[in-house]
């Protein structure tokens, strides 16, 4: 009877040692490495700007200014950056996203162009991510314009 009874329990401590190492298992599979949106791969620096003329191009609510904005990265080898994902945020507190897929991507430079009408807005901020065709996400870049003087 107790080499049955050691039997079952070398039977038991196996069952367990077993789901331990799935357990395991499970948890190395599902780690945040094989998340294609984990900012693994691509590194988003600090965006810049330069004002390219004032008044000079046309939105829905009026003229504005023609804001070309630079985003610097790294990322891995093989990447296509393919869209910006584009989150704008106005002083008075609103907000909206667009998604921007006209921009040139130069020596690891994008480049992209904001025709924006402050109306009575003091400043627009631009937070950017870069999406690549294998849907890798970046980190945030964000800049800050202040309204220039004398732009709508």
């Known amino acids: 009877m107790e080499t049955i009874k050691k039997k079952g329990n070398g039977r038991i401590n196996l069952f ?26 691509i590194n988003a620096q600090a965006q810049t700007f330069t004002v390219n003329g004032i008044n000079n191009c046309n939105t829905s609510i009026g003229d504005g200014s023609t804001l070309v904005f630079e985003i610097p990265y790294t990322t891995s080898d093989g990447i296509n950056i393919t869209k910006l994902l584009i989150k704008s945020t106005v002083s008075d507190g609103g907000t909206q996203d667009a998604v921007n897929t006209q921009f040139s991507n130069t020596n690891n430079v994008i480049g992209w162009v904001s025709c924006f009408t402050f109306g009575s807005q003091d400043w627009v901020e631009y937070g950017v991510r870069l999406e690549a065709s294998d849907g890798s996400i970046s980190n945030t870049s964000t800049v800050r314009v202040n309204k220039p003087n004398g732009a709508n």
Do not use: R, T
């Open 16 to 41: 367990i040692s077993s789901m331990i190492v799935l357990l395991g298992v499970a948890i190395i599979g599902c780690s945040s490495d094989d998340d294609p949106n984990n900012n693994g791969s």
